[in-house]
């Protein structure tokens, strides 16, 4: 069975910082791209950031862009969102995803329906 488990959400005030994790199992997402949306209540599921299959390509959505940064270390199978300079508007689900179809792409999908793998969603909620 495939598993995609984030780990790492919380409650924290504006200004501060989380690191959300994205423990993969069941196949091997080393050559595949991983992504992280997110959803708010009330809105569409969005991209925030991704990474190819061997890190050297990354897409950030411009809510995030020097405040998040996406990591990946395939040894462990896992996926990392580092956010810093947290806002209100950053409270949402944050969920994990892999692109189990296209093996060693250059570079990630921004679109939720390019993955299709998902995790279960780590709640984050920045309080001002």
């Known amino acids: 069975q495939v598993r995609l488990v984030e780990s790492g959400g919380g409650l924290v005030q504006a200004g501060g910082s989380l690191r959300l994790s994205c423990a993969t199992s069941?196949?091997?997402?080393?050559?595949?791209?991983m992504g992280w949306f997110r959803q708010a209540p009330g809105k569409e599921r969005a991209f925030v950031a991704g990474?190819?299959?061997?890190?050297?390509?990354?897409y950030y959505a411009d809510s995030g862009k020097g405040r998040f940064t996406i990591s990946r270390d395939n040894a462990k199978n896992t996926v990392y969102l580092e956010m810093n300079s947290l806002k209100p508007e950053d409270t949402a689900v944050y969920y994990c995803?892999?692109?189990?179809?296209?093996?060693?792409?250059?570079?990630?999908?921004?679109?939720?329906?390019?993955?299709?793998?998902w995790g279960q969603g780590a709640k984050v909620t920045v309080s001002s």
């Open positions: 995803a892999a692109d189990g179809r296209h093996f060693q792409p250059t570079s990630p999908p921004t679109r939720a329906n390019e993955y299709d793998y």
């Open positions: 069941g196949r091997t997402f080393r050559g595949y791209a």
């Open positions: 990474v190819n299959w061997n890190g050297d390509t990354i």
